[in-house]
């Protein structure tokens, strides 16, 4: 979090994605989903998180008090939330860098059994569980309702073995747009932290990460750790993810140290 004094005052403001709270992010995905410019995005986050608001005269009022902010100040204290976009040939997108797990339980989720959510950056699923992701999220860009079943991969009960058959994707239905697009923008986040930590593991000589991308060469990787065994595949993909994730990129790292020349 990064200190902002306004009229002799401290407050705090988020200064990366996993600082935003939930109800922040709703508030972001409701404001890009207008068409606005970044620096309006950036201004009305600023005013949301610090509460400020306007009264009938058209009076800013922070804290319930008068808050005459002059146009420069506010200027200066938006770009801290430069972290939300990155630029492309002269264009401007969000830069998803969210690995807070926004659900850590359902108990936040209308009418879904009681589970887990899939913990920061993923920490909290199996091997199996990211595979299952990566293949309904790769179905879901031609069928539209494997979004549940993708969405249902994210969490396990509690005191149990992830089981893809025995989780009712149909209940995720009830989830609210805004809560969809947090669950989205924490996979995608979670995705690119991967892609950093393990960079042999998710390197395709493109850095496409796109989960069709990722699917195809997990495959390709559990075969050659596993060599080939149907049985032991199987065991790895009830481990945790990151262990298996760290027994890949070894095995990369090895290889790739052989084959250099001395």
Not at 2 to 27: M, R
Not at 76 to 98: M, P
Not at 170 to 190: C, D, R, T, V
Request: net charge negative; glycine share 4%; proline share 3%.
């Amino acid at each position: 979090m990064i200190t902002a004094t306004i009229q002799n005052k401290d407050y705090l403001l988020p200064q990366t994605w996993n600082e935003l709270t939930n109800e922040q992010l709703c508030f972001l995905h409701e404001t890009v989903q207008n068409e606005t410019t970044v620096q309006e995005v950036k201004t009305k986050i600023l005013f949301f998180c610090l509460g400020i608001s306007y009264d009938f005269r058209g009076n800013m009022r922070l804290d319930k008090k008068k808050c005459p902010l002059l146009t420069e100040d506010i200027y200066i204290a938006s770009q801290t939330f430069n972290f939300l976009f990155r630029e492309e040939e002269n264009k401007h997108y969000l830069n998803i860098g969210l690995t807070r797990c926004p659900f850590p339980t359902t108990k936040e989720l209308p009418n879904i059994e009681n589970m887990l959510g899939g913990g920061d950056a993923l920490t909290d699923i199996t091997y199996g569980q990211f595979i299952y992701l990566l293949s309904f999220d790769q179905i879901r860009r031609e069928n539209e309702k494997a979004k549940f079943d993708f969405l249902t991969c994210l969490f396990r009960p509690k005191d149990k073995e992830f089981d893809v058959e025995k989780v009712d994707p149909k209940q995720f239905e009830k989830l609210s747009a805004q809560q969809i697009q947090l669950l989205e923008w924490y996979w995608i986040g979670s995705l690119e932290f991967l892609a950093d930590k393990f960079p042999r593991t998710f390197s395709d000589g493109d850095n496409n990460h796109t989960s069709t991308s990722i699917y195809d060469s997990q495959e390709r990787l559990l075969d050659m750790v596993c060599d080939g065994d149907i049985v032991r595949k199987q065991a790895s993909k009830r481990e945790k993810l990151y262990n298996v994730l760290s027994t890949i990129e070894y095995l990369l790292e090895k290889r790739e140290n052989e084959v250099q020349p001395h």
